[in-house]
T-cell receptor
Framework: DAGITQSPRYKITETGRQVTLMCHQT?????MFWYRQDLGHGLRLIYY???????DKGEVPDGYVVSRSKTENFPLTLESATRSQTSVYFC????????????FGPGTRLLVL | AQSVAQPEDQVNVAEGNPLTVKCTYS??????LFWYVQYPNRGLQFLLK??????LVKGSYGFEAEFNKSQTSFHLKKPSALVSDSALYFC??????????????FGRGTSLIVHP
């Protein structure tokens, strides 16, 4: 099916563990984004990627690592999870250009104990 | 630098009444403005966007938005609210003069509650 998918949809982990959230899009969009959504903060950009092998930091990158070896995949890794990383994570993609719409995945709800 | 403000955390409206969700922006160049909607436990969905041309933009589900350059606003409107319109609404801006990165900035979101 065409679209953007995220896995897992729900994840519970413990402090200090490494966690990887997956994002896959079928449109071959150039741009991909990772956001976290927390009450009172709206959407905050973690990392983004303009193309395969090109990534850059967003507003809140600390504690996160990304890679983009293929255009369609953009995994987000929490190297050593902390309770403050409990959040809902959204992946998005868009074509190149300021007029392009972003398409969002369904989100991953992460709880760090 | 670009920024977006949604001055109301929550908007309450009765079903059948008109609704407005406010958004103001700041950019260096020309703005590209977007509205997205988020239903509970879902990702954001695109509603409408302003690129250029007609200041009144029509979008999905009967929503429209008016671009006002002098007031740097892009308010979302609907003539007659439905209970099913209750959701979280996000305004976003991209600056055409952002040096090519075109990373959007989102507002904090406005919770729209439509009462039966």
């Amino acid at each position: 099916d065409a679209g953007i998918t995220q896995s897992p949809r729900y994840k519970i982990t413990e402090t200090g563990r490494q966690v990887t959230l997956m994002c896959h899009q079928t449109w071959s969009h150039s741009y991909m984004f990772w956001y976290r959504q927390d009450l009172g903060h709206g959407l905050r950009l973690i990392y983004y990627s303009a193309a395969a092998d090109i990534t850059d930091k967003g507003e809140v990158p600390d504690g996160y690592v990304v890679s983009r070896s293929k255009t369609e995949n953009f995994p987000l890794t929490l190297e050593s999870a902390t309770r403050s990383q409990t959040s809902v994570y959204f992946c998005a993609s868009s074509e190149l250009g300021p007029q392009e719409t972003q398409y969002f995945g369904p989100g991953t709800r992460l709880l760090v104990l | 630098a670009q920024s977006v403000a949604q001055p109301e955390d929550q908007v309450n409206v009765a079903e059948g009444n008109p609704l407005t969700v406010k958004c103001t922006y700041s950019v260096s160049g020309n703005p590209y403005l977007f509205w997205y909607v988020q239903y509970p436990n879902r990702g954001l969905q695109f509603l409408l966007k302003y690129i250029t041309g007609d200041n009144l933009v029509k979008g999905s589900y009967g929503f429209e938005a008016e671009f006002n350059k002098s007031q740097t606003s892009f308010h979302l409107k609907k003539p007659s609210a439905l209970v099913s319109d209750s959701a979280l609404y996000f305004c976003a801006v991209r600056d055409a003069a952002s040096g090519g990165s075109y990373i959007p900035t989102f507002g904090r979101g406005t919770s729209l509650i439509v009462h039966p």
